[in-house]
């Protein structure tokens, strides 16, 4: 379903990723793990169009997605939870979401009734607090939201810039669980985690990033018994 | 909610007690003569609050501050004078063509001279819309000469009495004006998505991009409804004021100071700005001789800037490390 060939990414003079090349198969949860700086999140802003490559290709479905506009890749059905959830934190929870289907608004005539109630029903919480401004909801909320609003564009493809990022392990444990009812409709997960052992035990495929390039590949399963990454990123 | 918000409510109830002990002392010490000033002051304080918007709409969107934004001002009184004083057209209907023209030119001068800058640093875009403001009056004296005109009122001169002080009729249909603006654009980024994406977009470009929303938009339609205020202000202040080719430079500092007092991207900010620095200016022009009273925008400018940069209702600026 994406394809990423030979991607390499800048930052001024300093390369950040060196010819990463990964795949992630339809219906699959394919993980990237790896060290604080080793670009997992700017290979996922590349993807989604935040950061332009020098070189290589992003292929999706078939069609070269690389350097498009981020407002077009998420046309495309690509949606990118960035790292740190970046809600709208002035708006309500509702106004949140509604710009999730922004993409949408032409078709549908707007309607975007049915994914409201689809989010709402996977996150009750954000059902009581949709007036709510997000600027006041918990991080755990607040990631709730994130992901509800990048699910309101109907991706079929779902990037996730490290959700479990400063959120308790019970609030971890609820996130991940909905990430494997989404795999279980069907959706392509793209999860990049600093988490390693969720991750792996989440995904079906992982990769892990040093330094800017792909050290190590496999199942997530194979990964998980591997001594290497046992010893740096399981302690 | 955010800390500064009683602060803020604070200050904006001390800024509005200051502003209401001047004017009591005005009416009381010089009656229906200060109310007059006072009138006066709400008018040209509701074009300076429309200047205002125009600059708060484009800032909000863009972080821009559109120098050129009193040229729209200026071409909305030449626009009325060219369609309805030469063109003899009826004034409701050069009234709207006069805003419909020049929100067009806006948005062409968005794609012509700030689309192509969009990698561009915001500093380079300021820079070229002061060199937009030269050329846009540069074109108007080429069009128009260099005499003032002047346009017909909307429903005749005769004035209305008003405790003692006299009205004229344009100046409601400015405060008509004001009111209805104000409320089309609060309700333009309160209630449309289109509207809403756009505050997403200022509020945070990287995640309103990932939700879809396009930089490139939001900056052609901002632009567009900066123009139609700019335009809308200027075709119904040109009865009571002549109009000039090089009248916008004046408005467009004038709404900045306005903009910047009540807090650069705020809509009822630039509303309270607008009309404290008019009935400011119009109660210093009487007091004073009337040179001053430019003197009044400027100094409220450098006290604002100096103690509360953010302006009344403005939020301070986010501190990003």
Known sequence: MLRVEKLSTFYGNIQALRDITIRARRGSITTIIGANGAGKSTLLRTIAGLNKARHGLVIYDDHDITNLKPNKIVRDGISLVPQGRQVFSDMTVMENLQL???????????????????????????????KQTAGTLSGGEQQMLAVGRALMSRPRLLLLDEPSMGLAPKVIQSIFKTLNALHEQGLTILLVEQDAKIALETADYGYV?????VALEGQAGELLENDEVKRIYLG | MRMGDRN??????????????????????????GLQWILSGLTVGSIYALVAMGFSVIYSSTRVINFAQGEFTMLGGMMMF?????GGLPLWLGFLLTVGIVTLLGAGF?????????DQSV???????????????????????????????????????????SIVPQSLWV???????????????????????MRAAADNPDAASLVGVSASTSSLVAWSIAAAVGAAAGAVIAPINFAAYDAGAMLGLKGFSAAVLGGLGSAPGAVVGGLMLGVLEMITAGF????????VAFLILILVLLIRPQGLLGKPADVKV
């Open chain 1, 100 to 130: 999730g289907a922004y993409v949408r608004r032409f078709s549908d005539r707007g309607d975007n009734a049915q994914e409201l109630e689809m989010v709402y029903e996977m996150f009750p919480v954000l059902s009581e607090r949709k």
């Open chain 1, 209 to 213: 990033m040093k330094t800017g390039k």
């Open chain 2, 8 to 33: 803020q409510v604070r200050l904006l109830w001390g800024a509005a007690a200051l502003v209401a002990v001047v004017v009591v002392f005005t009416l009381i010490y010089k009656g229906s003569t």
């Open chain 2, 288 to 295: 004073a001789p009337s040179g001053y009273k430019d003197a």
């Open chain 2, 123 to 165: 500093i380079t875009v300021i820079i070229v819309t002061i060199g937009l403001a030269i050329f846009i009056r540069a074109l108007a004296k080429w069009i128009w000469g260099t005499d003032p005109v002047k346009v017909a009122s909307f429903t005749g001169d005769k004035p209305l009495r008003f405790f003692g002080a």
């Open chain 2, 175 to 197: 405060f008509g004006l004001t009111l209805i603006a104000v409320v089309l654009v609060f309700a333009f980024f309160n209630r449309t998505l289109l509207g809403k994406g």
């Open chain 2, 110 to 118: 968005e794609r012509a001279a700030i689309h192509p800058l969009k």
């Open chain 2, 82 to 86: 060219t369609l309805c004083t030469r």
